[in-house]
């Protein structure tokens, strides 16, 4: 063969190769619909508001799972609001969302169709997530995103693909039920399936400038001879002054001491702070900042019956084997200390107390981990360990919280009332010597009844004085009941406000995850912490930074009744 035929049947072969790779390439623009460019992809769709409903499906290749989330509009009460269905219809704050997330498609415009064909959904990322046709290793798995109104009619319902390269804020996407592939333009930052993206973020509620007291009771239950028992450890109670120093002080501090001689008995004993000893402010900080803005990463329904009794003022009643197999199953526990004490609700990893100057008292009870039975079913492995103040957690875990709220007089400065001012006393006349004497008086003629200038002028001084006096009484009692009526508003309006949020925090068992439980669960030893050492002294101390090492359980105080059988 010579040079030329030779030449020629390279060159042939090369370009058949060239327009082989040109035809197959998955991310070359087809533009087989070319009349689509510009055109709306839903032009149907044209209000926003009117979506009642949004779906979102996702796919985890890892484990092959689909991780569904839902919001909708719901009747409560005669009022229309978003709920969570997937989470119990829990309260949902999607209304702007939900419209953000339907504005970002509603004017979405076709800008390439790249694919018409099936088998290129998976490299466009637009497979739909479907659980009957998917597996284990499948791969191109989009978001599903469906829309409905009111009436359940389907608004959109398309498939999110990957983003398109080098091109940012581009993406693929497909309609549910249709092969061609578009390229789009649209945000989908709102489209989340995390439950804590769509709920009302400020749990509690309350600012940390409004927090005046931290009431710490820490204790564990745990299984002991086949009966519950808690595990006393100290109780603390610290004032907050978040505009002034200093911000943090204790007015309380005092340590369970165990009876030697009765593994139940002990008693509570104060602790004062050693001269190289201070208040760890960081760690109290952290607190503050996690209450003020509690993040919660699900959600547990409690029986109605408990629910019902739980919004109801007065002491804990819980009623019937539903509502006390549902608090003994997430860690809580109705029982009393002894026979003269009312009934109360033990947590498995004790409580805090947060007093706002509102006079509302949060009561913050922590349960067990999320998914896990009960300290009462818990093994004797668990048994032995659970004097260990934070064995059951760690990364990744969940617990459960029991949240009520009660009114706390105490936590309302008192009027300062003004006694009411009293006329001067005379002074007391006493007879003189001369007094004393009979006088033999002579007749005399009788004159005329005429006051001197002076008494007079004691007599109109005297009338002001009256005048004066009653007008500074009425100036004080005016002023008093002013204060009085002010501070009686705010004992209404705090228990009116415990009212509303018990009325919030009666259905739910939330649940958070463990670092946010280990930032608000403090024991003394994180509060309290060592002076940090001068510069020069820290530079010659080597190693001088021990970890925290929890205090050994101070004693055991058997609780009246096994679980929830003690309670009213």
Known sequence: MNETPKTLTFLAVAAVAVLLAIVTRPTAPISGRADDRGQLLYPDFKDPLSVASLEIVEFDESTAT???????????????????????????????????????????????????????QSEYGVVEPNQKSLKLGTTGVGAKVVMKDKEGKELLALVLGKEVPGQPGQRYVRKVGEDPIYTVEARTDKFTTKFENWIERNLLQVSSFDVKQLRIRDYAIKAVDSRLAIIQRGQMQLEHNDSGEPKWKITEDQRFTADPQSPTGGKWTPVKMAADEELNSTKLDD???????????????????????????????????AAADSLEEKGFFPAQLDENSPAELFSNEGEIRVGANTGVEYVLRFGDIAGRGSAKKADDKKSKNAD????????????????????????????????????????DKKPTADA???????????????????????????????????AERDRVQKDNKRKQDEYDQK???????????????????????????????????????????????????KGDHAGHQHDAPAGLEKLKAEGPAGAN
């Open 491 to 541: 004992v209404a309006d705090g228990k009116k406000r415990v009212a509303e949020l018990n009325a919030r925090f009666a259905d739910w068992y939330y649940i958070i995850s463990d670092d946010v439980f280990r930032k608000i669960h403090l024991g003394r030893d994180e509060i309290v912490k060592k002076k940090d050492k001068p510069k020069d002294q820290a530079k010659s101390a």
């Open 436 to 470: 004393k004497k009979p006088e033999t008086k002579k007749p005399e003629a009788k004159k005329a009844d005429v006051k001197k200038p002076e008494d007079k002028k004691n007599a109109t001084q005297k009338e002001a004085d009256k005048k004066a006096l009653q």
């Open 287 to 321: 607190m503050m900042y996690a209450l003020d803005d509690l993040k919660i990463v699900d959600v547990s329904r409690k029986p109605a019956g408990l629910s019902a009794d739980l919004k109801m003022p007065g002491k804990l009643t819980v009623r019937g084997d």
């Open 66 to 120: 689909l991780h569904p989330f839902k919001v909708q509009q719901v009747d409560y009460k005669g009022k229309t609001r978003w709920a969570i269905p997937s989470h119990d219809s829990y309260p949902a704050d999607a209304s702007r969302q939900v419209a953000e997330a339907a504005t970002a498609l509603v004017r979405m415009k076709i800008l390439d169709t790249p694919s018409e064909a099936q088998g290129d």
């Open 388 to 427: 260990k103040k934070k064995d059951a957690g760690g990364p990744g875990m969940n617990r459960y919280l029991f949240i009520m709220a009660e009114f706390n007089p105490a936590l309302l400065a008192k009027p300062h009332l003004e006694p009411l001012p009293e006329p001067a006393k005379e002074p």
